[in-house]
């Protein structure tokens, strides 16, 4: 017999649903409305919800004190930087892993997973000495390398298990063809993986976009990114709510606006080879 | 030109050797087809002809060359796979003109080689669909396409016809002898199908265990297995075989006679038994026959018109010199 779903527990469902997204978001949200406050406002108790003086005072303030748009740049280039260049070494790992396997690729794979759960301040300080030992301290370089290594592992894994759907047949067939290891990534395998390729891209971008712990500690004003921008306000001068809402908001927008547009390709990123 | 020599070549994954060392000639033109059950090495003897595995220790020589350091894609092979491996980004046209890409054929080149083996293939409305939207005749004969515009010097088929349905295959197999006979090319086909390895080879190679069982043509190993294997693997449906006294008779350890070769009748014969399962094809019926002291169960042909009741008992006669007689080791005795 077929599972019959009444009005009524579609309703609860629904409202339940409505509720956990709305919780989840509501911290987003909040800060979003804050910005648009005054301070005294910002810090009202009782919290006033939707009928306040609506300004744009605090984005100005905000312009006006810092160079948004450097950081904005800085945020655009070790994001996409990171991404890149950790695509450029994923793709080939997660070939090799994935149609040639040795014996040890299983352990390799949880090796590499492993790093991720070393906290990461465990390796700051050796990394710290490294950056001002290369010069890399608080330079776009830098910064961009030590995103790619952090987010390497989940590349690769990501990647991995995108690749082993496709069937190694397939790869052979190219072989038979005539196709070399360059053809045969660039035209068969790549063609065939990119909705993979795709979430793994936007998944590094989000990421790397909002990875905190490093970018504050390696950098100071020339490389800073966005996460520094809103540590800016965060700290010297006190309790500024509705200023850090607002250059809070104004660092979440781009990401914001890129996962909205790009959120079909990321569920199926994420829950890929869970239903098939 | 396309002559394959494989030359005490032998497999191993790791501990496990799946081919011992094995000899082989397959000359220039020839339709060889490789036949075994499942898991006895064909289909790795046929990869490694292709080079998609590297052999443990052997040569293999196309065309005199030997190749155990050109990848496949320099081999000059052509592979038609199982699954049918086409590139499911692709259309029909640009996965048949894949190769000609690959050998860096012009556009002018290629469109009129894709259209050529498309007329060939019957497959000139579909050159803009993609693989998806093929039937699996379809996506077999796209399959085939890829592999001759390129004119290789042997083409490699690994259990083609498998993923069809009994009637196409049955078309796919007429399909696949014509383009030999048109081609000439070297083709090396491998089945576990004995009847399709008995309508389309010029050699048949049965193989168990990694071993080379018999070569021979499809005539050679149907009247005159080297062993109780062969003979127990060609011929549909299987040869009967006797042991015990009735093989002693005959100075062997065991006699077998194809079911084709005992006549029966209601009244008198050599020997006689039970009827169990009929089976009407229609041309042909077979009986197994029980209880006839001689083994479990013994088949025999009749005419398709011929019935008997279940339970009928009925007497067989074979023709003597039809009886082949294998000795203790299994082996044929001349």
Known sequence: MARTVTTQRKIVTTLVAWGIGLLIFFPILWTILTSFKTEAQAIADPPVWFFFDWTLENYRVVQERSNYSRFLWNSIIIAGGSTLLGMIVAIPAAWSMAFVPSAQTKNILLWMLSTKMLPAVGVLYPIYLIFIQLGLLDTRVGLTIVLMLINLPIMVWMLYTYFKEIPGEILEAARMDGAGLREEILFVLTPMAIPGIASTILLNIILAWNEAFWTLNLTAARAAPLTAFIASYSSPEGLFYAKLSAASTMAIAPILILGWFSQKQLVRGLTFGAVK | MGQIVLEQVTKSFGDVTVIPPLDLTIEDGEFAVFVGPSGCGKSTLLRLIA??????????????????????????????????????????????????????????????????????????????????????????????????????????????????????????????????????????????????????????????????????????????????????????????????????????????????HISISESEGRWSGIVGVSEHLGSDTFFHVHKTGLADSITVRADGEVGFKHGARIHMTPRDDMIHRFDEKGLRIA
């Open chain 2, 51 to 260: 080079g998609l595995e590297d052999v443990t220790s052997g040569e293999i020589r196309i065309d005199g060359k030997e190749c155990a350091s050109i990848p496949p894609a320099r081999r000059g092979l052509a592979m038609v796979f199982q699954s049918y491996a086409l590139y499911p980004h692709m259309t029909v046209r640009k996965n048949i003109a894949f190769p000609l890409r690959m050998a860096g054929f012009d556009r002018a080149e290629q469109d009129r080689r894709v259209e050529q083996a498309a007329a060939v293939l019957n497959l000139t409305d579909y050159l803009d669909r993609r693989p998806g939207q093929l039937s699996g005749g379809q996506r077999q004969r796209v399959a085939i396409g890829r592999a001759i515009v390129r004119e290789p010097a042997a083409f490699l088929f690994d259990e083609p016809l498998s993923n069809l349905d009994a009637a196409l295959r049955v078309g796919m197999r007429l399909e696949i002898s014509e383009l030999h006979n048109r081609l000439q090319t070297t083709m090396i086909y491998v089945t576990h199908d004995q009847v399709e390895a008995m309508t389309m080879a010029d050699k048949i190679v049965v193989l168990r265990a990694g071993h080379v069982e018999q070569v021979g043509s499809p005539l050679d190993l149907y009247r005159a297995p080297r062993n109780l294997f062969v003979a127990g693997f060609i011929g549909s449906p299987k040869m009967n075989l006797i042991e015990g006294e009735e093989a002693v008779k005959h100075n062997a350890t065991t006699i077998g006679i194809r079911p084709e």
